[in-house]
């Protein structure tokens, strides 16, 4: 080897730098996108847990409605519930119901300006007043034929997050439980 020209050993070459740098940016990318699904995951479970409350909550009114009708509003378990049912028809599969959380629970069909979306003030969701929740329920009730003192209530609950929709939908017998 000639005078003028020295190997040096101690130092990392451009070349060597850039793949260096590279494969730690590649490798910082791949960590932020696994954050990013795990934050987005995360979001999505708490979500459809409170849509889940909200759908159970929803059975819950309707059952203290019957529970008022048959107990409050009549001389007769059979009259109440007849009204309960009367007070809950217009509300099905097509034109799904909503009700004011404050007694005595005003039932109303969902639509127009009033699109049965929920609303959060102190921690509590209702379609009175306060900010949007992103949630939207409706209930509606369904009957059958061979037995006139039986009914079917659905709570649906719908919200969006991201680019997606979802729902949950919870329902449960009711009985007129009053002979």
Not at 24 to 38: C, D, K, P, Q, Y
Not at 125 to 148: A, H, K, P
Request: proline share 1%; charged share 20%; aromatic share 14%.
């Amino acid at each position: 080897m000639s005078k003028y020209f020295k190997q040096k050993n101690g130092g990392f070459t451009l070349i060597e730098t850039l793949v260096a740098v590279s494969i730690f940016t590649v490798s910082i990318l791949g960590l932020f996108a696994v954050l990013t699904e795990g934050i987005s995951s995360t979001i999505y479970a708490r979500q459809k847990i409170i849509a889940s409350y909200l759908a159970q909550e929803g059975i819950e009114y309707v059952r203290n409605i019957r529970d008022t009708y048959v107990l409050y509003y009549d001389d007769t378990s059979q009259e109440g519930w007849d009204r309960f049912k009367v007070v809950m028809n217009p509300c099905n599969a097509t034109n799904g119901c909503g009700f004011d959380t404050v007694f005595p629970h005003d039932v109303f069909v969902c639509g127009g300006s009033n699109n049965c979306r929920l609303s959060i003030s102190d921690g509590s969701y209702s379609t009175n007043s306060g900010d949007d929740s992103g949630f939207i329920r409706q209930v509606w009730m369904t009957t059958t034929e061979s037995n006139l003192n039986e009914v079917r209530i659905f709570s649906k609950v719908e919200w969006t997050q991201g680019s997606g929709s979802y729902n949950i939908t919870f329902s449960e017998n009711l009985f007129n439980w009053v002979e």
